[in-house]
């Protein structure tokens, strides 16, 4: 059997988004690699920086099931299209399919994930590539990372605005608890434990992404400091040093409706495009959290705020 790749060059703000409404139709997983703009390659350890287009790859078989899989892809990312347009966000290009030989085709899609450094000294590695591998910089923090289908391979502008926030505000001395909310591939969990955390708890509301975060906490050693499980922000009625979520605007104001607040006394908000970030904050002083931080990367926005009461 062969297979066919398909491929979709994309910004980094709707990588994980196309790659969200892929998963389902595909084999194998979905890659994101982004080209640096001298060699157009992936490899992001190059003088360059990787700021060229990010690519969205993934793989049907071609068998009997090939034409309707193409059909749902397509059908997908129309609709996917229709919210963009909603939001006035350009619409995303249709794939650019391409037969490719049954050699290896499980591996191929993991030759052009790089390790990516974030924040200020944090070091993504895929599992799969041998620390040996990776030039070091002191100080680093590193996390191990395989993605899965979960949200959160360190890419997208949301995901590292979280890890710049969670570097300024954890400390090893404070020995802070965190609460994670909708983990994803537990990125932000896992992060939040290496950067001094005394204890996190990551849910979400996907079994899927539940699975994927449990085998990054125990790829990065920290099963002792993290606890991962299906749930939202009333899995628990603890109260924590600080909690983060990175999800949708329209879902942070949901929950900060429905008394989100009792959870911290210090916020970490993204996954907010800056047009909405207005009606997120209205949210927090309705809800009793001062904004003390707005940081933005693109056409994204980080919200940090601090309870009031």
Same mark, same amino acid.
């Given at each position: ?21 892929? %998963? ?154 965190? %609460? ?86 210090? %916020? ?42």
């Amino acid at each position: 059997m062969n297979w066919l790749e398909l491929s979709i060059e994309t910004s980094n703000e709707l990588a994980e988004a196309i790659s969200d409404a892929l %998963f389902e139709y595909v084999e194998g997983g979905v890659v994101i690699e982004q080209f640096n703009d001298a060699t157009r390659t992936a490899d992001r350890w190059e003088d360059e920086a990787a700021t060229g287009p990010v690519v969205v790859r993934a793989y049907l078989p071609l068998d009997e099931t090939t034409t309707q899989r193409c059909d749902q892809v397509e059908f997908a990312l129309r609709c996917l299209n229709m919210a963009l347009h909603q939001q006035q966000i350009l619409p995303i290009g249709m794939p650019i399919y391409r037969e490719v030989d049954t050699e290896n085709w499980a591996e191929k899609w993991k030759e052009n994930y790089k390790p990516i450094r974030i924040g200020k000294k944090v070091l993504i590695r895929p599992s799969w590539i041998d620390r040996a591998e990776v030039p070091t910089q002191s100080g680093e923090v590193e996390l191990v990372l395989d993605p899965g289908q979960a949200f959160g391979t360190g890419l997208h502008p949301t995901t590292q605005l979280c890890a710049a926030a969670l570097e300024d505000l954890l400390q090893p001395h404070n020995a802070w608890r965190v %609460f994670d909310i909708g983990s994803g591939s537990a990125i932000l969990t896992v992060l939040a434990a290496k950067l001094g955390a005394a204890y996190v708890l990551g849910v979400d509301t996907d079994m899927d992404a539940v699975r994927t975060g449990i085998d990054n906490v125990e790829l990065n050693n920290v099963v002792h400091l993290v606890k991962i499980d299906q749930g939202s922000w009333d899995y628990t009625h603890e109260r924590f040093d600080l909690v983060v979520a990175n999800i949708l605007a329209p879902v942070i104001i949901k929950m900060l409706g429905q008394g989100m607040v009792a959870r911290g006394p210090c %916020f970490v908000f993204s996954g907010i495009l800056d047009t909405q970030a207005d009606a997120v904050i209205a949210a927090m002083n309705e809800a009793g959290i001062r904004l003390v931080d707005r940081r933005q990367m693109l056409d994204w926005v980080c919200l940090i705020g601090e309870t009031t009461i």
